[in-house]
Structure formats: C-alpha cells, structure tokens
Nanobody, 123 residues
Framework: QVQLVESGGGLVQAGGSLRLSCAAS??????????VGWFRQAPGKDREFVAS??????YYIDPVKGRFTISRDNAKNTVNLQMNSLKPEDTAVYYC????????????????WGQGTQVTVSS
C-alpha cells in the first residue's frame, strides 16, 4: 500500500504564492518508476488535471502555465507544486497523484491519491 500526504495548502491573497508538497511512502515503493502529478477540484466542479511529470517530461494545463512549476525528488519520494501569481480561480482542493501507468490529463490512470489539501485564494 502507498500513502501520499500533502502539505502546504492555505489561504493566500491574489498574486501570492504557495508551495504544495507530497510525501510518498509505502512498502517496496519506488518513486523512480512512478509518474507523479497534481489534480484539483473546485466546489461544484469535476476534478481536473493540473500538472504532471512522466517520462522526463512535464505537462500543465493552460491556465497555470508560466505560474505553476511541478518538481520531484525521487530520493526523498516527494513531489512539489510551486504556485505563483495565484488567482481566485485557483481555489480548490489539490490532490497529489502517483502511479506507474499515470498519463498526463488522465485521472483514470492514477493508482494512488493523497487526501487533498485546501488552497484558497482571496481577491
């Protein structure tokens, strides 16, 4: 079993920054073979892909390009999301996502989810 624990969410004013972190653990877990990413879900909306790293490539949805940066540290089993120039429309619960078959934009390819961390951006 794999456990994912997110941290770093909170309340921030528009234009501010937050850094989300996700720590992965579990028996025989190896971050090296995993695709990693972040999804988010705003109230009343479906969960949507935000960013991912797989096969050495990074992927972002258009609304966050140039503002968000995803990174990973395989040795520490962590994945991070640096969020700058935050906007009220970025308000959502953010979920860490990991899996050996994970593909960008595809929530159905995610094997492991974190519990979510709330990000609220005030105007």
């Amino acid at each position: 079993q794999v456990q994912l624990v997110e941290s770093g969410g909170g309340l921030v004013q528009a234009g501010g920054s937050l850094r989300l972190s996700c720590a992965a653990s579990g028996r025989a877990f190896s971050m090296y073979i995993m695709g990693v990413g972040w999804f988010r879900q705003a109230p009343g909306k479906d969960r949507e892909f935000v960013a991912s790293i797989s096969g050495g490539n990074t992927y972002y949805i258009d609304p966050v390009k140039g503002r968000f940066t995803i990174s990973r540290d395989n040795a520490k089993n962590t994945v991070n999301l640096q969020m700058n120039s935050l906007k009220p429309e970025d308000t959502a619960v953010y979920y860490c996502a990991v899996g050996p078959r994970m593909r960008p934009f595809r929530s159905d390819t995610v094997d492991y989810w974190g519990q979510g961390t709330q990000v609220t951006v005030s105007s």
